[in-house]
């Protein structure tokens, strides 16, 4: 007569079984936690871009004054509350070895406006010869061309926080580790005018 308990053998195939029926169950649900994942870093892209760009289009539409322009830097002059008489200095300038978009008061305080940015620019615009005409380029000005200056494009890049959500390619400025495509995302990159509604008035 056999005993009624299991044998070793059985308790190994039981546990092999279990292993593999958890082992399927996990697999299925591992595309729901990346999804998660991916959806939750790309949030955090959108969210630094918001604040990136809420940050400039506040401080760059009130300047009454442009200071100096670079490719990726802009300093300007913000006005006296009441006036357009320039008070305040304040630059933005990316910090390419930090990957930080940078704010700095031209005295002491140099503070982080957004972490993982990876690309800024500033493209200026001024009166057209045309009366009436649109707003026409201007190139990269400097000295007396400063004060033509009456709207300015700002173009932010941003790229995930993580390594592991990066590949390689045109689309990553900072390649990283991802080799699924399912986990890499692409830079984000959003640009926007600004009218500088204090340039050009007189003081």
């Known amino acids: ?25 996990l697999s299925l649900l591992n595309p729901h936690h990346l999804a998660a994942q991916v959806q939750a870093e790309a949030l955090d892209m959108h969210q630094r871009l918001r604040v990136a760009l809420d940050v400039l289009t506040r401080d760059l539409s009130a300047a009454s004054q442009v200071r100096s322009t670079a490719d990726n830097a802009i ?11 320039p008070s ?14 940078r704010q ?10 957004a972490d993982n940015v990876v690309g800024l620019t500033f493209e200026y615009f001024g009166d057209s010869a045309v009366a009436g005409g649109e707003l ?14 009456r709207a300015i494009r700002a173009t932010v890049r941003v790229q995930a926080a993580q390594i592991a959500f990066r590949a ?20 984000m990159s ?4 600004i009218g500088a509604r204090n340039l050009g008035l007189p003081r």
């Open 1 to 25: 007569m056999r005993d009624a308990g299991s044998t070793l053998v059985e308790a190994l195939v039981s546990l092999v079984l279990t292993l593999v029926a958890t082992t399927a169950a």
């Open 75 to 85: 300093s300007i002059a913000l006005p006296a509350v009441g006036t357009t008489t």
């Open 88 to 101: 305040e200095t304040r630059s933005f300038y990316l910090d390419a070895a930090g990957n930080q978009l």
């Open 104 to 113: 700095f008061d031209g005295q002491s305080t140099d503070v982080p406006v």
């Open 136 to 149: 026409t380029p201007l190139g990269r000005p400097a000295g007396a061309d400063l004060g033509r200056i």
């Open 168 to 187: 390689a390619g045109s689309a990553f400025a900072r390649p990283g580790t991802a080799r699924d495509s399912r986990r890499a995302l692409a830079d």
């Open 190 to 193: 959003v640009s926007v005018r």
